[in-house]
C-alpha cells in the first residue's frame, strides 16, 4: 500500500505500509471501545447523535441551528427534531440569537455539559492505566506522535473533545 501525503515536511510523500495501517487499525480499535463504553454509560439518556450534537455544542459555546445541523452531518428539520429532544430531557437551552431574532442560539445547560464531562471523565479512566503501563519514554514518543497526527487531520482543532464525523444520513 502506497500513500503520497498532501502536507509538506517530515514524512510527507513518504510510503505508507501495510504494516503502518495495521498499526492505526489496532489502535483504533481500542479507542473506539473506551469510546463506546463511555457512551454506553449515558444510552439510556442520549443516542449517539444525540451526544454528538452536545458534544459540538460543548466545543464552540453556542450555536445556531444551522450550524450544527453542518458540523454534524443532518439535514436542519433532523437537527431541529434532535434539539427538540434534547431541550426536553434539559439538555440543551434554545434562544433567540440576539444579533439576528430569525436565529436561534443553542446552548448546552449545566445538565448538559455534566454529561459531556461525565463521557470524557470515563474515557480519561479508561486511558490512564493504559498509558501507566508504558514505559515514560514510550508514552512520551506515543503522545507526540498522536498530536502529530491528529495535527494533520481535518479535525477540529479542539483536542480536549471528542468530535466524530460520522453521518448518520446522506447530506440533502
Do not use: Y
Not at 501495510?18 to 469510546?35: G, K, N, P, Y
Not at 444510552?43 to 454528538?52: A, I
Not at 434554545?94 to 430569525?102: G, H, S, Y
Amino acid at each position: 500500500m502506497s500513500s503520497g501525503s498532501a502536507g509538506a515536511g517530515p514524512g510527507a510523500g513518504d510510503t505508507v505500509t501495510d504494516a503502518d495501517v495495521e498499526a492505526m487499525q489496532a489502535a483504533c480499535r481500542v479507542l473506539v471501545a473506551i469510546s463506546a463504553r463511555s457512551i454506553a454509560a449515558i444510552d439510556d439518556v442520549v443516542d449517539l447523535t444525540q451526544f454528538r450534537a452536545l458534544v459540538v455544542i460543548a466545543s464552540r459555546g453556542s450555536v445556531s441551528l444551522g450550524e450544527l445541523a453542518d458540523a454534524t452531518s443532518l439535514h436542519l428539520s433532523t437537527a431541529s427534531r434532535l434539539c427538540d429532544r434534547l431541550v426536553g430531557r434539559g439538555l440543551l437551552d434554545r434562544a433567540d440569537d440576539p444579533a439576528n431574532r430569525r436565529q436561534l442560539t443553542l446552548r448546552l445547560t449545566d445538565e448538559g455539559r455534566r454529561l459531556v464531562h461525565d463521557v470524557r471523565h470515563r474515557r480519561k479512566l479508561a486511558l490512564q492505566p493504559l498509558l501507566a503501563r508504558l514505559p515514560r519514554h514510550t508514552r512520551t514518543q506515543l503522545v507526540s506522535s498522536l498530536r502529530s497526527f491528529a495535527a494533520v487531520s481535518d479535525e477540529p482543532a479542539d483536542s480536549d473533545l471528542w468530535l466524530m464525523g460520522w453521518p448518520t444520513e446522506p447530506a440533502p
